[in-house]
């Protein structure tokens, strides 16, 4: 069964910090690619930040480097996103996904950073 449990968004100011979670599926999660995407209100998905399956590679989004990290946690089918510095742009609704994704979405965590 598919698994993909997004948890620890939340109301910031800007400056703040949020670590996300994702609880996945251990078929899903430990052959591949994971990432964190993003969809802001009236904008497409976007994929912010995603890491190799053994956890040693990462790459960012150009508007999210520097600021954000992920990780994974490969015994806990668990992936993670620290976001330091969160500005208003952020705010959006955080999913967990395979990169490329699979055809099936979790329910997300809102995002919201106040200015």
């Known amino acids: 069964q598919v698994q993909l449990v997004e948890s620890g968004g939340g109301l910031v100011q800007t400056g703040g910090s949020l670590r996300l979670s994702c609880a996945a599926s251990g078929s899903i999660f430990r052959i591949n690619v994971m990432g964190w995407y993003r969809q802001a209100p009236g904008k497409q998905r976007e994929l912010v930040a995603d890491?190799?399956?053994?956890?040693?590679?990462?790459s960012y989004a150009g508007s999210v480097r520097d600021r954000f990290t992920i990780s994974r946690d490969n015994a806990k089918n668990t992936m993670y996103l620290q976001m330091n510095s969160l500005k208003p742009e952020d705010t959006a609704v955080y999913y967990c996904?395979?990169?490329?994704?699979?055809?099936?979405w979790g329910q997300g965590t809102q995002v919201t950073v106040s200015s």
């Open positions: 890491i190799t399956s053994g956890g040693g590679s990462a």
């Open positions: 996904n395979a990169v490329p994704p699979i055809d099936y």
